[in-house]
């Protein structure tokens, strides 16, 4: 099945850094890639998802880049502030059948004022 | 707020015992995804329904079932509690639950097993 590493586990910018944080994917055949921010006593959010056939995607600060030949993506925080602190979730999903997502193991950004 | 609702919010019970943990998908989804969050585990998906219908397995123990009702709501049962599953349990839902679909989730259950 597909295996999710994500990195790092922590990471602790000041405000107004930017922040990048790097997932690699193992099946090829995963076409999906959501990243999802989870506050403390919250479910997770989605704040953007990128498909295989793009390479990169921007919401504002936020932006996703994906490199299907290294099988890695990557979210991008441009400008952070203390509300950007949480843990981010990346996944990837085969756009087959039926398939389900799988989840890194997530990693805790710590901005400071 | 995702517009998908769970019930309770927490649950604090005994090993030994079962609890059934409810969510609503939101308004128009046909599929139901229920997740396990520990902290060494992280995000663990444990089993899919689509409109009443099992779609996906995954690392659901065979002491956990689930099930989805007419109406869309979802209930995931856990029995012969151990210690080790106390954890917080989300549910999510998509509209149709194939290919690409966008997962919204809840705000979860958390379980406590004493």
């Known amino acids: 099945g597909e295996n999710v590493e994500q990195h790092p586990s922590t990471l602790s910018v000041q405000e107004g850094d930017s922040a990048v944080i790097k997932c690699t994917y193992s099946?090829?055949?995963?076409?999906?890639f959501p990243w999802y921010k989870q506050e403390l006593g919250k479910g997770p959010q989605l704040i953007i998802d990128?498909?295989?056939?793009?390479g990169e995607k921007k919401d504002q600060r936020i932006a996703v880049t994906l490199n299907k030949t290294a099988k890695h993506f990557s979210l991008h925080i441009t400008e952070t502030q203390p509300e950007d602190s949480a843990v981010y979730f990346c996944?990837?999903?085969?756009?087959?059948?039926?398939?389900?997502?799988?989840f890194g193991k997530g990693t805790m950004l710590l901005v400071s004022p | 707020d995702s517009g998908v609702t769970q019930t309770p919010k927490h649950l604090i019970t005994a090993t030994g015992q079962r609890v059934t943990l409810r969510c609503s998908p939101r308004?128009?989804?046909?599929?139901v995804y229920w997740y396990q969050q520990s902290l060494d585990q992280g995000l663990q998906f444990l089993i899919q329904?689509?409109?009443?219908?099992?779609?996906a397995k995954g690392n659901i123990l065979e002491r956990f079932s689930a099930q989805q009702f007419p109406d869309l709501h979802s209930e995931l049962n856990l029995s012969s509690l151990e210690l080790g599953d106390s954890a917080l349990y989300f549910c999510?839902?998509?509209?149709?639950?194939?290919?690409?679909?966008?997962?919204?989730f809840g705000p979860g259950t958390r379980l406590t097993v004493l």
């Open positions: 999510a839902s998509s509209v149709a639950g194939s290919g690409t679909d966008t997962q919204y």
């Open positions: 099946d090829s055949a995963s076409n999906y």
């Open positions: 990128i498909r295989s056939n793009v």
């Open positions: 996944a990837a999903q085969l756009n087959s059948g039926y398939s389900t997502l799988t």
């Open positions: 308004s128009g989804d046909l599929s």
């Open positions: 329904y689509y409109n009443g219908e099992e779609r």
